[in-house]
Every structure is written in structure tokens, then in C-alpha cells.
């Protein structure tokens, strides 16, 4: 018999709503992704490709049991952002970027 919140599969069990203090490890772990990509030089759509299959996919099993507070996508969005040009020229908008391929973005979600 524990107190919550716990973890239970990776993701938090509480009680209350969700708040931006329940997410904290989800910004971690991504974060810590990050980190560890960060000090290889990945092209940009290297990086893409990264953000597309591995931190999307942790998102969207984060998103498929909760709905994340406007607080944290915010701070996962410059997570991304912040990857995705690492310290370079910002040559196109993020909403660009987040186009579908057919209408030519990058196909993030």
C-alpha cells in the first residue's frame, strides 16, 4: 500500500486533475533524450527524424491517458524547438515546420 501519486507503467496515478507538477517527469525524460542527442552532429533532418519517432511516440503515450496542461506543452514545444535548431539560424517558422509534407512542412505532429 503506497500514497499517490505513484507510477504505475511509466505514467503518474493521482487523484486530483492533472497540474503542471504531475508532468514533471515526462519533461525530464525527455530532456534527458535531448541531452544525450545533443552532443552529436545530427542534421537537421536527422533531428527531425528524432523528434518524429521517438519523442512524439513518448508524448503520445503521455497524451493518450491524460490531457497535458497548456503550461507543459509549451515547455516540451522549446524542448523541441530548441533541439530542432541547436544554437543555428531560425531559416523557417515553427508552425512551417510543423506542416504536413504534402503542404511543405517537415510532417511533425
Not at 497540474?19 to 542534421?43: E, N
Not at 537537421?44 to 511516440?57: D, K, M, P, Q, Y
Amino acid at each position: 500500500m503506497g500514497l499517490l501519486p505513484i507510477k504505475y507503467l511509466g505514467l503518474p496515478l493521482f487523484i486530483s486533475y492533472s497540474k503542471p507538477r504531475h508532468f514533471s517527469s515526462l519533461i525530464d525524460k525527455i530532456r534527458t533524450k535531448i541531452d544525450g542527442w545533443m552532443v552529436k552532429s545530427l542534421s537537421a533532418a536527422g533531428t527531425a527524424e528524432l523528434i518524429r519517432s521517438v519523442l512524439h511516440n513518448i508524448l503520445a503515450y503521455w497524451v493518450g491517458s491524460f490531457k497535458l496542461p497548456g503550461s507543459v506543452v509549451k515547455e516540451l514545444e522549446r524542448l523541441f524547438v530548441n533541439f530542432f535548431w541547436n544554437n543555428r539560424m531560425h531559416a523557417w517558422s515553427w508552425k512551417d515546420i510543423y506542416r504536413p509534407k504534402a503542404e511543405g512542412g517537415l510532417g511533425m505532429r
